[in-house]
């Protein structure tokens, strides 16, 4: 139940099926804590998988997704581990794609069960060449996907790595490199709060402009009625069904449905007041 996010769910849609046919578009959901970013991620996740159609068309789509989140303790290295991680996972669960060697979590096994310290920041040679193995990673498996439509990378609390992660630098070099490559089936979403724009320019002046910004904004009251009203309509269904139930829960379950009916009564009409006060 999307109420007042259809929009942004429209042009999620359009990213996918841009990328689909080698034209990749990029986008990054951007508003205040609770507003819904990390549900409009998940429902495109669905779209994208195949598990739903794309808003504008019965259309199903099929693609790879790689799904991270990231934390206040991520610097350049962890961002790309997790990314690096997060690839074997999903290359894993493909019965075509096992076969499949990942260098760059290979060689970041490797440096870590040796227990070797070095350097972490961006620019160092042993980031740069797990950056680069990672590279090689996405690109062999892009080639390879016969049955899928692309590979969609979604990351979530996108703003709270610090500028240092150079999280925009690797959303930059990385798309250049696969378009060098012709490999233009991937298809980047990041979701975080508005700060997120000035720590994607703080490591690369340009990468904001690789993707479409949408900026969320609190629901209307319309909206809000609508979802109120779309909610109320659920659970009378709901409780519906199990009303035909035989009645083996006796009268305290008969309460609980009536209290629930009583509940979404009272917040329609709270909120209808509200809105006449206004």
Do not use: W
Not at 15 to 25: E, G, M, R, S
Not at 44 to 71: C, H, W, Y
């Amino acid at each position: 139940m999307f109420a007042g996010r259809i929009d942004e769910l429209r042009t999620i849609d359009r990213c996918l099926i841009q990328t689909k046919h080698a034209n990749p578009q990029h986008f990054l959901v951007a508003g205040e804590r609770g507003i819904g970013k990390s549900s409009i991620l998940l429902c495109e996740t669905f779209v994208a998988r195949g598990m739903i159609e794309t808003n504008d068309s019965s259309r199903k789509l099929n693609f790879i997704t790689l799904e991270i989140s990231l934390s206040e303790r991520d610097d350049y290295y962890n961002v790309l581990k997790k990314i690096a991680t997060e690839l074997k996972r999903r290359v894993d669960a493909e019965n075509k794609l096992r076969a499949f060697t990942m260098t760059a979590l290979d060689y970041l096994s490797r440096i870590e069960a040796g227990g070797v310290r070095f350097n972490r920041n961006p620019g160092s040679a042993e980031p740069e060449d797990i950056f680069n193995r990672l590279q090689d990673d996405l690109v062999r498996v892009l080639t390879s996907l016969e049955n899928h439509d692309g590979m969609l990378l979604l990351v979530d609390e996108a703003d709270k790595a610090p500028a240092e992660a150079s999280l925009g630098a690797i959303c930059k070099l990385v798309t250049e490199e696969l378009t060098r490559r012709q490999c233009d089936r991937l298809c980047i979403g990041l979701a975080g709060l508005p700060s997120l724009l000035d720590t994607l320019k703080a490591s690369h002046e340009s990468s904001v402009r690789l993707f479409q910004t949408m900026n969320l904004k609190p629901l209307d009251d319309d909206e809000c009625e609508q979802v109120i009203e779309t909610g109320m309509k659920e659970a009378t269904e709901k409780m519906a069904f199990l009303l035909l139930l035989p009645p083996t829960r006796g009268p305290r379950f008969a309460n609980y449905l009536r209290d629930t009916r009583i509940f979404y009564k009272n917040l329609r009409i709270l909120h209808l007041r509200k809105i006449m006060i206004m």
